[in-house]
């Protein structure tokens, strides 16, 4: 990489690191001109890498804008973890599975190896590399154009390839929940979740608590059409309480020491 692309890098990964960060802050770390942080700034922000606030940059979500890949996989690790060993409960020996393209879902891959046979279907680029080297997992790739910030495949292309495939069952993920209402900020990523939800058998939607209370742009369903809800016994008992009543079929597992 040339002196300008390794210091991009550098800022995004140190943005990504700390979540949010003001550009004074950026200036003096980096030892370089507000004009400098601004540029390159201005460049990773028009590549969905961090977003521009008022003064600081972040790499955090918010309701319109996903937050990119790789900042995602650094959130809430130890109850993705321990969603994923739960949803494994759900998967048994000669089924097909799609796995969207969140991280929550994409934390299951390195367990699949276990499963013979199996045929995973995902367009998560992180999940087809976790799978490279799983001999007894058949790997179908939803292609079409790449998008960075999810680090997956999402447009028509990959829809119509999810409308071509039926799945005995889904596990997949969303952004912001709000009542019994999961959320994505994309309206193609709702959409390719939506497709994959109606070309499976069974659906299961894994949340650990940081997605709760939030909104985002486009709804991707309420959790009462979802099989099984599998959250963390770190989301707040009222609100477990509440999806219960509410008729969401609610799946508690251990999660991060409280």
């Given amino acids: 990489m040339t002196t300008a692309d390794s210091r991009r890098e550098e800022i995004a990964d140190y943005v990504i690191a700390h979540g949010q960060v003001r550009i004074d802050k950026l200036v003096e770390h980096f030892g370089v001109s507000r004009m400098t942080i601004h540029r390159h700034i201005d460049q990773l922000a028009a590549k969905g890498v961090l977003r521009k606030l008022h003064g600081a940059v972040t790499a955090q979500p918010s309701g319109i804008y996903e937050s990119l890949h790789r900042y995602r996989a650094t959130v809430a690790t130890t109850e993705k973890q321990a969603l994923a060993k739960a949803a494994l409960a759900h998967i048994e020996p000669g089924q097909v599975i799609f796995l969207d393209d969140s991280t929550t879902a994409g934390a299951i891959a390195p367990f699949l190896n276990d499963i ?55 596990i997949c993920s969303a952004s912001a929940i ?38 985002a742009l486009n709804v991707f369903g ?36 409280k």
Avoid: W
Wanted: charged residues 20%; hydrophobic residues 45%; negative net charge.
């Fill in 116 to 170: 013979d046979p199996l045929t995973v279907i995902s367009n998560s680029v992180a999940v087809a590399n976790a799978l490279v080297d799983a001999d007894v997992v058949d790997f179908i790739c939803l292609g079409g154009q790449y998008h960075r910030t999810y680090n997956a495949y999402i447009d028509h292309i990959c829809l119509r390839a999810i409308e071509a495939l039926r799945a005995d069952l889904l």
């Fill in 178 to 215: 709000e009542g019994t209402t999961a959320f994505i900020q994309d309206q193609q990523v709702a959409r390719v979740k939506q497709t994959m939800v109606a070309s499976a058998s069974k659906s299961i939607l894994l949340a650990d608590h940081t997605k709760f209370g939030k909104v």
């Fill in 222 to 257: 309420d959790l009462t059409d979802f099989d099984t809800v599998i959250v963390t016994d770190s989301l707040d008992p009222a609100e477990i309480e509440r999806l219960r009543k509410a008729g969401v079929n609610l799946q508690i597992v251990k999660g991060a020491s």
